[in-house]
């Protein structure tokens, strides 16, 4: 490096490349959103939503796709039932596949003066729920990889359109059941205090439903249920 980038050594060496720490103010203040691929090949397609402030996952939910927008709208649109409002900022990769949650998201923050309520760009800028996959495929989706890749090498699958509606018949349930089952035991697991101060350290459940506690608010904007029909519509 010193032959090749003697001037990137140098400002390594002054510390001049300062890294950004990540921070968010509260629940529901940021909500990361993503898809997961590595079982996309069977037909499987899974897509999650992670909370900023807590890491508490919003959803988490596998079918037979994840790049239509309709869908991963509905999601959305269940979340924003189930907490009764949206966060503040909703963060996700340039995809056509979140269109219609920008435009949700839009739509119900159309009155505020918050600014940029729809935050896209490259995975590093969502490294939330990034950096989730791979706890995820360490408790679930590894043995699912495993599994389907020796029924390739042994001839049982092929990946035509027949053999893909097979495996999601007979394995989407148990996915989801299984992925129900780890966003529970995530969001009641301990996370251990981290490096960053601005990362709160707790039970994700815990910090997003007392932020107090944690000498936070939270930020969740209500949305009424005449809106919500509206979009769901």
């Known amino acids: 490096m010193q032959e090749t980038d003697p001037e990137g050594v140098e400002i390594r060496a002054s ?7 990540y921070f968010a103010k509260g629940p529901n203040y940021i909500s990361h959103i993503d898809g ?32 239509n927008p309709r869908i991963i709208g509905r999601y959305f649109l269940e979340s924003v039932k189930q907490i009764r409002g949206s966060p503040c900022i909703v963060i996700g990769d340039c995809g056509t596949e979140n269109g219609h949650v920008r435009d949700f998201q839009t739509f119900f923050h159309r009155n505020s003066s918050f600014g940029n309520v729809y935050m896209s760009g490259a995975s590093t800028c969502n490294q939330r729920i990034e ?30 359109f027949l ?55 939270d930020y969740l904007c209500s949305v009424p249920d005449e809106e919500l029909y509206v979009c769901a519509t």
């Open 15 to 21: 510390k001049r490349l300062v890294r950004r720490a």
């Open 131 to 160: 950096s989730w996959w791979g706890f995820l495929r360490r408790e679930c989706t590894q043995f699912w990889i495993e599994l389907f890749r020796s029924m390739e090498e042994e001839g049982l699958y092929n990946g035509d």
């Open 36 to 67: 997961y691929d590595k079982l996309k090949p069977f037909g499987l397609c899974i897509s999650g939503s992670i909370d900023g402030f807590s890491s508490r996952i919003i959803w988490l939910n596998v079918y037979n796709t994840n790049n």
């Open 163 to 217: 053999d893909k509606n097979l495996v999601q018949f007979c394995f989407m349930a148990l996915i989801q059941d299984e992925l129900d089952d780890i966003a529970e035991i995530w969001n009641t697991h301990k996370i251990r205090p981290s490096r960053n101060q601005n990362w709160p350290s707790g039970r994700p459940d815990l910090m997003y439903f007392t932020p107090m506690l944690w000498g936070s608010e």
